[in-house]
C-alpha cells in the first residue's frame, strides 16, 4: 500500500492518521501549527479545541450522542480519547482540553506507522492518495490552490445558516404550498404576515440580542448571506422587498398576496427539516426561540439547526466531490472534516473516521461503504452528496433521518431505535 499524506492535524485529520495507520497503512501527516498560526488555535498541540470544551451530549436520544454511539461501534479512536480526558459534565462529554490535546498528539507521534511533520501544505501536489483535513480555518496558501484546482467560486468563507425547523412541528394550518408566480411544484411552505405583524418581527430583529462575533470575523458580509437583522436595520421593507417579498404568492386563503411571506423550504429528501429561507442570523439562540413565537404557525416548532453565521472554509461539495469526499478532478484527491461541510468537533471526528475507510477501499479498488440512511452517519453521508441549492454545513440532528410517525417524543425513540438496529444490522453483515 502506497504512504498517504494528510494535511491538517485537526481533530479529522488525527482520526484519519490514526485508523489508517492501525491498519498497517503509512502516514506522513503535516500540521503547519506552530510555526503557521490560525486565528483560533493556541497552542501546539494536534487536535486542539478551539472553543468549547464540550463534546456534546452522550444520550443516545440526542443526535450527538447518536453519533458517538455510533462511532463507538467503529472504533473511533478519539472518543477513545476523549473517554481518558474527560471531566464531569453531567450528561455531556467534556474534556480537559489540553489533556485530550496532548493525549492526542502523544498517541500520533509514538505510532510507530505516522511521521508527524511540521510543515504548511500549500499546494495540491501529491504521489498516490492525499487527505486535505486543514479544517475552517485552512491556511491562505492552500485555500487559494483549492479554490485553482476545482476552478470554481466554490469554496466558501462564511457560513451563513438560516433556522431550520422540524415542520411536523409546526402548525402549518395558515401556511399555503407554492412556488413564486406557481412556478415548477409547490414546494415551499409560504407563511403570510399581515402589515402588523411583518412590523413587529422587523422591530423584534433590530433589539433582539445577538452574538458577539471573533475579532478575525469582523470582515463584510456577502450581500447573498447578510444576515436578516442586518437587512432588518437597512429599512423597515427592506424584508418586505428582499427576502419576505409577497410577489407570485396568492394565498388560496384569501385570494391575494399578503404583506409580506416567510418561506419554508424543505432541507433533506426524506426528512422533516425544513429552513426558513434567508433567515441566516446572528440572533442568540434564546432570541431565535423568541423569534419563532412571533412567526405565525411557528411557535411550538422545534429547532432542528440554529442560524449562525462564522468564518468557515467549505467546499460545495455535492458538486465538486464524489460520495467518498474525493475531488471529481483528481483521483486520490480526499478531503475531510469541517472543510467538506460537516459542522462541529463530533461530526469532523466522524467525518475523519469515515474517510479512513473511504481511503482503504479507494486503495483496493473497491466500493466505498455508505452507512445505513436510517444511522446519524449514513444521512450524513447522503446529506454532503445530496443536498441541493446553496450548500450549507450540517451538524448531527434528527432532521437528517428518513420521517417516522408518532408525538414528538414517539418519533424521537423510533429513528433512535430504527438506527441502532440498522447500524447493527449493517455491522453484523460485515
Ligand atoms: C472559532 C471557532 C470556534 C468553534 N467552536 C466550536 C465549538 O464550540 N464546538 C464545536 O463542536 N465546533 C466548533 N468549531 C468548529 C470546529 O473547529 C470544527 O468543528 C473542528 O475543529 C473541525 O475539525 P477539522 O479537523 O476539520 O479542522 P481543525 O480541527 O481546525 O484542524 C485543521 C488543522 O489543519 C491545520 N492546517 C490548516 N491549514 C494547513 C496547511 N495548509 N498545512 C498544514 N496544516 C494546516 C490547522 O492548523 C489545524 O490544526 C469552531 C470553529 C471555529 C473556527
Redesign the pocket.
Known amino acids: 500500500m502506497p504512504k498517504i499524506t494528510i494535511?491538517?492535524?485537526?481533530?479529522?485529520?488525527?482520526e484519519v492518521a490514526l485508523q489508517l495507520a492501525d491498519k498497517g497503512i503509512e502516514v506522513d501527516l503535516?500540521?503547519?501549527?506552530p510555526a503557521?498560526?490560525?486565528?483560533?488555535?493556541k497552542t501546539s498541540y494536534?487536535?486542539?479545541?478551539?472553543?468549547?470544551n464540550?463534546?456534546?451530549s452522550t444520550r443516545i436520544e440526542n443526535a450527538s450522542g447518536l453519533l458517538k454511539n455510533e462511532l463507538r461501534m467503529l472504533g473511533c479512536r478519539l472518543l477513545e480519547v476523549a473517554d481518558k480526558s474527560k471531566v464531569p459534565a453531567g450528561h455531556a462529554l467534556a474534556v480537559d482540553r489540553e489533556l485530550f490535546a496532548s493525549n492526542v498528539t502523544r498517541a500520533v507521534q509514538e505510532h510507530k506507522l505516522i511521521k508527524l511533520i511540521n510543515?504548511?501544505?500549500?499546494d495540491l501536489e501529491f504521489s498516490e492518495c492525499c487527505v486535505i483535513?486543514?479544517?475552517?480555518?485552512?491556511?491562505p496558501?492552500?485555500s487559494k490552490s483549492i479554490q485553482d484546482h476545482f476552478e470554481k467560486e466554490n469554496l466558501f468563507f462564511y457560513d451563513a445558516i438560516s433556522i431550520s425547523i422540524n415542520i411536523d412541528s409546526a402548525d402549518t394550518g395558515s401556511m399555503f404550498r407554492a412556488s413564486r408566480y406557481d412556478k415548477g411544484e409547490a414546494d415551499y411552505f409560504n407563511i403570510p404576515f399581515t402589515k402588523e405583524e411583518y412590523y413587529h418581527l422587523v422591530e423584534f430583529l433590530i433589539s433582539a440580542p445577538k452574538t458577539k462575533k471573533?475579532n478575525f470575523e469582523s470582515a463584510c458580509y456577502f450581500e447573498a448571506c447578510l444576515p436578516v437583522e442586518v437587512a432588518a436595520e437597512r429599512g423597515v421593507e427592506t424584508l418586505s422587498y428582499g427576502i419576505m417579498k409577497p410577489r407570485g404568492l396568492v394565498n388560496p386563503l384569501t385570494g391575494v398576496e399578503p404583506y409580506a411571506v416567510i418561506q419554508l423550504r424543505q432541507e433533506t429528501r426524506k426528512g422533516e427539516m425544513y429552513g426558513l429561507v434567508g433567515f441566516q442570523s446572528r440572533l442568540t439562540r434564546k432570541s431565535q426561540s423568541e423569534l419563532l413565537g412571533i412567526i405565525p404557525g411557528l411557535k411550538d416548532a422545534e429547532i432542528l439547526r440554529w442560524a449562525s453565521i462564522?468564518?468557515?472554509t467549505y467546499l460545495d461539495s455535492p458538486r465538486l466531490l464524489d460520495e467518498r469526499q474525493m475531488s471529481k478532478l483528481k483521483g486520490g484527491l480526499f478531503f475531510?472534516?469541517?472543510?467538506v461541510g460537516?459542522?462541529?468537533?463530533?461530526?469532523?471526528?466522524a467525518?475523519?473516521l469515515l474517510t479512513s475507510r473511504n481511503v482503504l477501499d479507494y486503495l483496493k479498488g473497491e466500493k466505498s461503504i455508505i452507512f445505513p440512511e436510517e444511522t446519524i452517519l449514513g444521512a450524513i453521508q447522503r446529506y454532503l452528496v445530496n443536498a441541493e441549492i446553496r450548500f450549507q454545513p450540517i451538524n448531527a440532528n434528527f432532521g437528517l433521518l428518513p420521517r417516522v410517525k408518532g408525538n414528538k417524543r414517539e418519533r424521537k425513540n423510533r429513528k433512535v431505535q430504527i438506527a441502532i438496529d440498522s447500524m447493527n444490522a449493517f455491522l453484523s453483515k460485515g
Open positions: 494535511v491538517g492535524g485537526g481533530l479529522a485529520g488525527s503535516l500540521e503547519m501549527r503557521v498560526k490560525t486565528e483560533a488555535h494536534l487536535a486542539e479545541l478551539v472553543c468549547t464540550s463534546l456534546k510543515e504548511e501544505k500549500k483535513a486543514a479544517g475552517p480555518l485552512t491556511s496558501a492552500l471573533h462564522h468564518r468557515n475531510a472534516g469541517q472543510i460537516v459542522e462541529g468537533y463530533v461530526e469532523s471526528i467525518h475523519g
